[in-house]
């Protein structure tokens, strides 16, 4: 079948890397029916022939104006789509789109006319800022991790850094591997361009963010390394919630623990 990724090893192994993780979601019960989605900028992939791929869909508005995403592509989940299915059929559960000059508005160009996911005025806004910013980051996840949500639903975890700190304190790893912690943004409508906009303004000091009772954004080099971030702060709100079941209050590693740790891993404070 004709597909974009044929001959072009080096972008189907990221579209590849994106069903291994939309496996992992399922696996975890993180992605109920449609649950979560991902983006990937791809453009670094792009050659001639893709540029000049023509339109299989009409302009759709993103909703809000990016101008560092002018002429920039995107493998996007697809909305309604399922990660179970992406996960063995990554090019007929999203599409690859292309940003128009306007900076505003973009069309679909591969495989099918598989319209992206909702929640694609978050993922493009932070994609967006990404680029503004110089970071190497290139992948988006949300997803829906439990015991992370549940979390989200007691007031004591929404102030600032009080979910993170106790979560990087259940395993010396967690910080290691998550070291700029847990941002918190208030809820707000899925999909909505306000919701957008609260996740770019965390995004200066948090990879990871929890959207409030709904579920976690994260942001890395690749997908890969985004699914890793949420999977070892997930890992420790178990830990927590084992603790919690077995009758008492978990100690936490120490502030002298976490102090010496962090400088011996040489992570950020
Ligand atoms: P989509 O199916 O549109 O990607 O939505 C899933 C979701 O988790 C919305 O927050
Ligand atoms: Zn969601």
């Known amino acids: 079948m004709e597909s974009i990724l044929n001959n072009r090893p080096a972008l189907a192994a990221e579209v590849e890397k994106a069903a291994e993780v939309a496996g992992y979601l399922w696996q975890k019960g993180w992605a109920e029916r449609n649950g979560g989605n991902i983006t990937l900028n791809i453009t670094e992939f792009v050659d001639d022939e893709i540029r000049n791929m023509p339109a299989i869909s ?3 508005s993103i909703g809000t104006c990016l101008p560092y995403l002018k002429g920039c592509y995107f493998y996007c ?23 128009l000059d306007d900076c505003a508005s973009y069309v679909i160009i591969a495989d099918q006319p598989v319209m992206p996911t909702s929640e694609l005025p978050s993922h493009l806004s932070v994609h967006n800022y990404l680029i503004e910013h110089g970071s190497p980051y290139k992948a988006s996840l949300h997803t829906h991790p439990i015991e992370l949500i549940a979390m989200s639903h007691h007031p004591r975890f929404l102030k600032d850094d009080v979910a993170g700190t106790l979560l990087w304190s259940m395993i010396p790893e967690t910080k290691a591997f998550c070291p700029r912690g847990l941002g918190i943004i208030p809820y707000e409508l899925p999909g909505s361009v306000k919701l957008a906009d609260a996740t770019i303004s965390k995004l200066a000091d948090y990879d ?22 949420v999977d070892v702060l997930n890992k420790s709100a178990l830990i927590y919630v084992a603790a919690k079941n077995m009758g008492f209050e978990p100690e936490g590693m120490t502030e002298t623990q976490m102090k010496e740790m962090t400088e011996a891993f040489n992570l950020p404070k």
Do not use: C, Y
Request: aromatic fraction near 6%; avoid cysteine; charge should be positive.
């Open 58 to 60: 009409n302009v759709l």
């Open 77 to 99: 989940k697809g909305t309604q789509k399922r990660m179970r299915d992406l996960a063995r059929r990554p090019m007929e559960n999203g599409a690859v789109i292309r940003i």
């Open 208 to 229: 990871v963010v929890m959207w409030e009772k709904h579920g976690v954004f994260a942001v890395d080099t690749d997908i890969m390394s985004a699914f890793d971030q």
